[in-house]
């Protein structure tokens, strides 16, 4: 697809079929054709990429001193050095810059973003496709060690080494003659006196230097093969936003990955904590009440049992002791589903659901050893007492049978 580039006249003054100077490249080179209007180059090369050269009126250019700094932060730094310059806030503003030169300097250029936007509008409508808008003296070609100038419109263009280039106001004095290069120049006359210079078609009278300076055509204009840099197109600008805001959505999911992932650590190592400490707990019940069995509530039991020794009651402890185990040998089936348990003169009461409890004129006191369940007759003969009652169970050693021994205890 082609791609065009156009010299611009001040754009008060800027309609679609203003002629201007073209250069349009096809394949890989570049050439200039006669003026056209931007209406006819969209008819001609409907959907090219276009990019304009605003006029000096309508740019400010300049070069501001900055440290090397990396691409992103660029940007910012380049708004912070010219905010003081526009004497606006640089949201008003479309800018661009180019590279840090060996000097420390960047070339920087901006102009009003309204402007910007109609003159993009006015590219579009003529069905070209806005590529961006770059600084008047890239127009011109590159001088190796030199300067190249031209005289536009009551302006003298300068295009520097490196990308770099100036805009100077061409004053007339009062008897009508231009004013002298060192007058014109400023303290930019000292650069340009000590390097080659090329003019595009004449310099002003009285510009004539010692050194005979090279006049090159106005054709050698807008066919270099690159533009260093330049002010992007809103669209561009649109893209890098969404760009940026992209990426730091990106970076800020990442970042709430790594602490979801962090507090998933961190709360694994801390049931692990509390699961060691329920097990130390339970260890040392074991071994400060060595007939405690089956460990269900640490805290409570060494509670319960605590308060038997102290109470006097003998042998309670080693009691309880044994009607765990017993309930735990014999009431497999109650794994998981007791409520609760409370120990009690001699009796470990078991509270079961209200699905899970035993019918209490089947399986209490009265009930035949027969119709018993056979756990139950299980459990009478390792010597427990068992009885139904309305929460559950309630488990007793039983007493020492006619003409026996009492049950032993284990």
């Known amino acids: 697809m082609a791609a065009i ?29 006669p003026p056209m209007g931007l209406a006819e180059l969209g008819r001609r090369w409907p959907g090219a990429r276009a990019t304009a050269f605003p006029h000096p009126e309508d740019l400010t250019l300049t070069a501001v001193p900055l440290p090397p700094l990396a691409r992103a932060r660029m940007r910012v730094a380049v708004e912070g050095a010219i905010e003081p310059l526009a004497l606006g806030d640089p949201d008003t503003l479309r800018i661009g810059h180019g590279a840090r030169g060996a000097d420390g300097r960047v070339g920087v250029a901006w102009f009003d ?32 060690d030199g300067w190249t100038l031209c005289v536009l419109d009551g302006y003298v263009v300068a295009r520097q080494p490196g990308g770099q280039g100036s805009l100077y106001a061409l004053d007339t004095q009062a008897d009508g003659a231009t004013a002298s290069l060192a007058q014109t120049l400023g303290p930019d006359a000292a650069a340009c006196a000590a390097g080659a210079c090329r003019w595009i078609g004449a310099a002003p009278a ?23 840099w330049s002010i992007p197109a809103a669209a561009a600008a649109r893209r890098a936003g969404a760009s940026g805001w992209r990426r730091a959505a990106l970076l800020g999911a990442a970042a709430a990955a790594v602490w979801m992932a962090g507090l998933a650590l961190h709360a694994g190592r801390l049931e692990h904590a509390a699961q060691a400490a329920r097990e130390q707990l339970a260890q040392r019940l074991r071994e400060a ?23 006097g009651g003998g042998d309670d402890w080693a009691e309880l002791g044994f009607l765990l185990r017993a309930a735990r040998e014999h009431m497999a089936f109650a794994a998981g589903e007791m409520q609760a348990w409370r120990y009690e003169g001699g009796a470990l009461e078991l509270d079961m659901p209200a699905t899970a409890r035993p019918n209490v004129a089947e399986a209490g006191e009265g009930a035949k050893a027969a119709a018993a369940p056979a756990w139950v007759q299980a459990a009478r003969q390792a010597g427990v007492e068992v009885q139904a009652t309305e929460a559950g169970w309630r488990l007793r050693r039983a007493p020492p049978s006619a003409g026996g021994q009492p049950a032993g205890r284990s």
């Open 206 to 228: 009285g510009w004539h230097r010692e050194a005979a300076d090279v006049a090159l055509p106005e054709s050698a204009c807008g066919v270099m093969a690159e533009i260093p």
């Open 289 to 311: 009440f060595p007939a405690v069995g089956a460990v269900v509530d640490p805290v409570g039991q060494a509670r319960r049992l605590l308060a038997a020794r102290q109470a």
């Open 5 to 33: 580039r156009v010299l611009l006249p001040p754009l008060r003054s800027l309609t679609a079929d203003t002629p201007l100077p073209v250069a349009v490249a096809e394949k890989a080179a570049w050439r200039r054709l």
């Open 113 to 144: 973003a309204e402007a910007a936007d109609r003159l993009q509008a006015l590219i579009a409508a003529c069905g070209l496709r806005p590529a961006g808008f770059a600084p008047t003296p890239l127009w011109l070609p590159e001088t190796v």
